[in-house]
């Protein structure tokens, strides 16, 4: 299995410009996670999905953050519009639901906003 | 909701020593404690979990303790390497499959 794929790997971009993250998580897993990491408030939950369906989205910051799970295989996170502060390692997570279980981690999207 | 407190947030030791990082955690409902291994520029990647109904459990060099009345659970490693260093992450986990993370605690093994 190739584990957990998340692109881009890196995404430099400007101020108030639209950023699509997008994540694969290991095929059989039907629990996906957003994380964003930073080294002021280190590894946060943004969103999570069990069985395509969002389940808790408290940590979405503001209303510019969106996900999406259109399919098992799929997931997306969107910033429009990208501000410097969401300067941060993005990282996607996956997870069977079937027993508690650990989550494994993607590469993360390294995204710099200017 | 659940909220994990981790310490200490810097730990040196030499080379052979042993390193503690402990976390207390708020709801006696979490069942699940995994402890990852982040190295720098990587991803965070499980080294040990302990279950609710394990006091403790090992795996060669690296222990993790659990006492569900104190509510605490703690890292164990014993003879430390240099590839020890990185930031290790607690976590506690409910019957829904959500991690609460504690805040990390960067550990360097001093050769």
């Known amino acids: 299995d190739a584990g957990v794929i998340q692109s881009p790997r890196h995404e430099v971009t400007e101020m108030g410009q639209e950023v699509t993250l997008r994540c694969k998580p290991i095929s059989g897993h039907n629990s996906l996670f957003w994380y964003r990491q930073t080294m002021m408030r280190g590894l946060e939950l943004l969103i999570y999905?069990?069985?395509?369906?969002?389940?808790?989205d408290s940590g979405m910051p503001e209303d510019r953050f969106s996900a999406k799970m259109p399919n098992a295989s799929f997931s997306t996170l969107k910033i429009q519009p990208s501000e410097p502060r969401d300067s941060a390692v993005y990282f996607c997570?996956?997870?069977?639901?079937?027993?508690?279980?650990?989550?494994?981690f993607g590469p993360g999207t390294r995204l710099t906003v200017t | 909701g659940e909220n994990v407190e981790q310490h200490p947030s810097t730990l040196s030791v030499q080379e052979g020593d042993s390193a503690v990082i402990k976390c207390t955690y708020s709801?006696?409902?979490?069942?699940?404690f995994p402890w990852y291994k982040q190295e720098l520029g990587k991803r965070p990647q499980l080294i040990i979990d302990?279950?609710?109904?394990?006091g403790e459990k090992k795996d060669q060099r690296i222990a993790v303790t659990l006492n569900k009345t104190a509510k605490h659970f703690s890292l164990h490693i014993t003879e430390t390497q240099p590839e020890d260093s990185a930031v290790y992450f607690c976590?506690?986990?409910?019957?829904?499959?959500?991690?609460?993370f504690g805040t990390g605690t960067s550990l360097t093994v001093i050769p």
């Open positions: 302990i279950r609710s109904n394990v």
């Open positions: 997570a996956s997870s069977s639901l079937a027993r508690m279980s650990e989550q494994y």
């Open positions: 999905f069990n069985n395509n369906v969002p389940i808790d």
């Open positions: 976590a506690a986990s409910t019957a829904g499959n959500q991690f609460y």
């Open positions: 709801d006696s409902a979490s069942n699940y």
